[in-house]
Each structure stands twice: as structure tokens, then as C-alpha cells.
């Protein structure tokens, strides 16, 4: 008979962990939305401003470099393409170190992303076996 209040306890104390877990994973199913709505955002503006920025890039670009080169060689008399070697060089390393650590940068959001989603499942199925246990 004295057992009888404990084990009412623990099957009290079993339903509060139950529940507990399972609001934990209500609050991580919206964590997760909440994530995937803004890397849904992130990825737009990547888009929108990266593809912007590249068409910029490439209208202007070949039109500076080649001002620029024929004015340095109007100085340095070193040759145009000599010029726009040199002017080019610089510049396409800088956006190949720009464009991969934007991509890094994104990778990384994502991957983020991913460890919440494992978690969460992670959580749903710890749930799926308290409730198959009780």
C-alpha cells in the first residue's frame, strides 16, 4: 500500500517528462521554420544581389580596365595588353576570394540549418518511444 503513492508519482512524473518533451519539440519544430523561412530569405537576397552585382561587374568591368590600360600606356608606353594583364589580375583574384567566401558564408547557414532539423528528428523520435514505453 505504501507503494502505491510513489508509483503514482513516477507515472505523474513520466506524463510531466512526456509533456515537457514534447513542447521541446514544438519549440524546435518552430526554430526550424523559423530557420528555413529566413535561409529561404537569405538565399533570395544571394540571388537577387549576387546575380545584380555580377551584371554590373561585368558590364563595367572590361570598359574601365581598357580605359585604364590605354592611359597607362600612353605614360609607360608598356603595351595595352601588358596593362590590362596587370589592371585584370588583381581584380579576378579579388572576386574569386570574394565570390568563395560568400559561398562558404552560405554553406555554413545551411549546414547550421541541417543540425537543427537532425536535432529536431532526433527529439521526434526520442517522443515516438516514451509514447510507445507508456
Request: hydrophobic share 50%; glycine share 6%; charged share 20%.
Amino acid at each position: 500500500m505504501n507503494n502505491r503513492p510513489w508509483l503514482q508519482q513516477i507515472a505523474r512524473d513520466g506524463k510531466a517528462t512526456i509533456s515537457d518533451v514534447t513542447e521541446s519539440l514544438a519549440l524546435r519544430k518552430r526554430l526550424a521554420e523559423a530557420e528555413l523561412r529566413y535561409d529561404l530569405a537569405l538565399a533570395k537576397r544571394f540571388g537577387i544581389f549576387g546575380g545584380l552585382g555580377l551584371i554590373f561587374l561585368l558590364t563595367s568591368l572590361p570598359v574601365l580596365l581598357t580605359a585604364a590600360a590605354f592611359a597607362l600606356d600612353n605614360a609607360y608606353q608598356l603595351g595595352v595588353p601588358n596593362w590590362l594583364v596587370i589592371l585584370g589580375s588583381p581584380l579576378a583574384i579579388l572576386g574569386a576570394i570574394l565570390g568563395y567566401t560568400s559561398w562558404l558564408s552560405f554553406q555554413n547557414r545551411l549546414r547550421l540549418f541541417q543540425e537543427t532539423l537532425a536535432q529536431f528528428n532526433e527529439d521526434l523520435q526520442a517522443v515516438q518511444e516514451l509514447m510507445e514505453e507508456a
